[in-house]
């Protein structure tokens, strides 16, 4: 078997492990922030932090919710960190949007945050802010989940099929499940560009 046939084999073996329940509960608590005319708070470090503005844009554009993430602001963001620290940059970010019950923060992360070990304590002390203000806490992340999965009010945690392969697949699931979560029917508000098509007649 080639490599990349064994990497395919792996991403089926993920479709049809992912846990489905996750997904839904986020979809409907992502549909109550809407309703309460809250914001969603997208925070991801690496590869998720590109994956976080992606969604970000989905969230306004197709489903409609208010949506942001500190990592599109470099300035803002490595000031905080240079002045701060790394470790309170996006918690002190969330202070200055004024982070409320209405909100929900939404994490991708492959190990979900670990203060004991200092992996992503940003993520942590985030999480931290959000119990506090009653946000929802929302996630996508890979491994046994972490700080993530425990204190979530839902999470999808990706399941591990090769342990050599965990942070590619847990950062390309965010993507296909954030694609899931925004197509949600309870969630869904626009059309993409697409699927609205009727004719086209130019070149694909």
């Known amino acids: 078997m080639s490599f990349a046939e064994e990497y395919f084999r792996e991403v089926k073996m993920i479709c049809d492990a992912i846990p489905r329940e996750g997904i839904e509960k986020i979809a409907e608590l992502l549909a109550g922030v809407r309703k309460n005319e809250g914001r969603v708070f997208v925070l991801g470090v690496g590869g998720s932090a590109g994956t976080a503005t992606h969604f970000v844009n989905d969230l306004r554009k197709i489903a409609k919710i208010e949506a942001y993430t500190p990592t599109d602001n470099v300035s803002e963001l490595t000031a905080r960190?240079?002045?701060?620290?790394?470790?309170?940059?996006?918690?002190?970010?969330?202070?200055?949007?004024?982070?409320?019950?209405?909100?929900?923060?939404?994490?991708?992360?492959?190990?979900?945050?670990?203060?004991?070990?200092?992996?992503?304590?940003?993520?942590?002390?985030?999480?931290?802010?959000?119990?506090?203000?009653?946000?929802?806490?929302?996630?996508?992340?890979?491994?046994?989940?972490?700080?993530?999965?425990?204190?979530?009010?839902?999470?999808?945690?990706?399941?591990?099929?090769?342990?050599?392969?965990?942070?590619?697949?847990?950062?390309?699931?965010?993507?296909v499940v954030g694609h899931c979560i925004v197509s949600h029917p309870a969630l869904k508000a626009a059309r993409t560009k697409w699927e609205s098509a009727q004719t086209y007649s130019g070149p694909a």
């Open 81 to 175: 960190i240079n002045d701060e620290g790394w470790d309170t940059c996006f918690s002190e970010w969330l202070k200055g949007s004024r982070l409320n019950s209405n909100d929900a923060i939404y994490v991708l992360s492959v190990g979900g945050g670990n203060l004991e070990k200092n992996i992503s304590p940003n993520l942590v002390k985030a999480i931290d802010l959000a119990r506090q203000q009653g946000a929802k806490i929302l996630g996508v992340v890979g491994r046994d989940g972490g700080y993530t999965a425990r204190m979530a009010d839902a999470a999808v945690v990706i399941p591990t099929v090769n342990s050599e392969h965990i942070t590619p697949h847990t950062e390309a699931f965010h993507a």
